[in-house]
């Protein structure tokens, strides 16, 4: 590398890539350290699946709509931003799933659909008895001997039976990894899990533990946090910090070679071409593996396929939409026979981004075996999803908006992900030095898994500066 100036491009101008680059450029300033960068994005636009649109008195996520607190990244991130007081806090309520064309409660006590209380898993009719008997064997099943990874399903089905994991666990924890719980790694997605059962034996008995401790008259806080104007204003706030000339939007990066100089070289489709120092990828890992292709051959992860998902958010005037029940919203099974797969009430959930009088449904369609959606046009998604809902509430008009959005879901984690991710930075490492891969691929699909993946690529690219002028000066 140069030890006079350093320089970093970085491929991705998504909430990883940003983070990266603000801060790096905040320790630059701080610490006026011999270090540049460019940051790369394909679209006109920053900030990857982070999107809100704002429209006449609405605050509509079209991306993720929030982050959890528990995780400290993306709230700092925002305090950082000076937007710490634009921090809110979701509204808490009673939460369902879609059963035989109803909505049930989901058991109070439930801590990712394992029971932790026993009047309300014996009362539900979410599960029948045998199911209930089924998972009541936890208690006294030795803790599994098995070794390294394996798949949620498997982990789930083991402690508590088939009926608790389809009826209950899959919906919930599918909002966040939309794939085959047969298929996704336990230690690549809930390692806790693992953990607990080692700790505790009973899976039930760990989940009591792992519940805060609150009074009994205390009414729960809500676990996410987002911004009054919307998760965009990190990136907004970002890249508002950055200077303007190291950001190139609607720029797509075509080629990486070795230069003469022993820097790497970057062709731009455009034609543009510009030598840096070290790379930091924060694209989808098929984007930077095609691009990498010619000089590593990068390991390959069976069934590894991304899939798409999709979003419709509509707005009703509130008298339009009869709900009958109170709470924020519900998840829809596999086995439920309908094409959504969660609806949230978002005037409930977050009433702060929907204007007085007004109702808005946000839904979710694409299960990873389920890509029939991408034949069809939006207005037939808005259809389906509308089909889905009036048979469990009361809709008495066309939505006077509705707004879908498409989105490709990261690299499924299946079964021996964390192993792959070490095999390809290995082999990253040893055929490219000074080249980093991050994002939602890699290390965690949440807002502040990616900020935190960010932040560490930034702090290596700064070790690595450092050491190269420490070689340097030894030399001299």
């Known amino acids: 590398m140069n030890t006079k100036t350093c320089h970093l491009t970085i491929v991705g101008g998504g909430i990883t890539g940003l983070s990266a680059a603000f801060y790096l450029h905040r320790e630059m300033e701080a610490k006026g350290l011999p270090v540049q960068f460019q940051l790369i994005e394909e ?9 809100t649109w704002r429209h006449d008195g609405y605050v509509i996520e079209l991306g993720p709509d929030s982050f959890l607190e528990r995780k400290p990244s993306a709230a700092q991130l925002a305090k950082d931003l000076r937007l710490g007081d634009q921090l809110v806090r979701n509204s808490t309520g009673q ?6 064309d109803r909505l049930m409660p989901i058991p109070q006590g439930a801590v990712y659909g394992v029971p932790t209380r026993l009047k309300p898993f014996l009362t539900t009719e979410l599960i029948s008895w045998p199911g209930k008997l089924r998972a009541a064997a936890d208690l006294v099943l030795p803790a599994s001997k098995v070794e390294g990874d394996r798949s949620v399903g498997q982990f789930f089905r083991r402690r508590l039976g088939d009926e608790v994991v389809d009826n209950l666990i899959q919906p919930l924890l599918s909002g966040v990894y939309s794939g085959d719980m047969d298929n996704l790694s336990l230690l690549a997605s809930f390692p806790q899990f693992a953990e607990w059962e080692k700790q505790h034996r009973s899976l039930i008995q760990a989940m009591k533990h792992s519940r805060p401790k609150t009074g009994s008259k205390e009414q729960p806080k809500g676990i996410f946090l987002s911004l009054k104007n919307g998760l965009e204003s990190l990136i907004e706030g970002m890249e508002a910090r950055l200077p303007a000339e190291s950001i190139w939007k609607g720029t797509r990066l075509a080629e990486v070679a070795r230069s003469e100089t022993g820097r790497y070289r970057l062709v731009m489709k455009d034609g543009r071409v510009l030598e840096t120092d070290a790379i930091l ?10 691009l ?5 051959e990068l390991p390959a992860l069976p069934q590894a396929k991304p899939h798409m998902v999709a979003t419709i958010a509509m707005g009703f005037p509130e008298e339009a939409v009869e709900l009958g029940l109170e709470g924020t919203g519900f998840i829809v099974p596999r086995n439920a026979g309908a094409t959504i797969t969660a609806c949230t009430w978002v005037h409930r959930k977050w009433p702060h981004m929907v204007p007085p009088g007004k109702a808005v449904l946000r839904c979710f369609i694409g299960r990873a075996t389920e890509q029939e959606f991408l034949q069809w046009t939006d207005e037939e998604i808005v259809e389906r999803a509308l089909h889905d809902l009036r048979k469990i509430m009361a809709i008495h008009q066309e939505p006077e908006f509705a707004r879908v959005t498409r989105l490709q879901n990261a690299i499924p984690y299946v079964v021996g992900h964390q192993q792959w991710v070490l095999d390809v930075e290995k082999a990253v490492q040893r055929e490219l030095p000074g080249i980093w891969l991050a994002g939602a691929s890699y290390r965690g699909v949440g807002v502040p898994d990616c900020i935190d993946q960010g932040k560490k690529a930034a702090s290596a690219f700064l070790a690595s500066v450092h050491e190269s002028a420490e070689k340097v000066a030894l030399l001299t």
Do not use: A, C, N
């Open 95 to 100: 939460s369902y799933i879609w059963h035989r």
């Open 43 to 51: 679209q006109e636009r920053l900030g990857g699946k982070i999107r």
């Open 281 to 290: 990828f924060t694209t989808p890992h098929s984007v930077t593996e095609t």
């Open 292 to 296: 990498l292709r010619p000089y590593v």
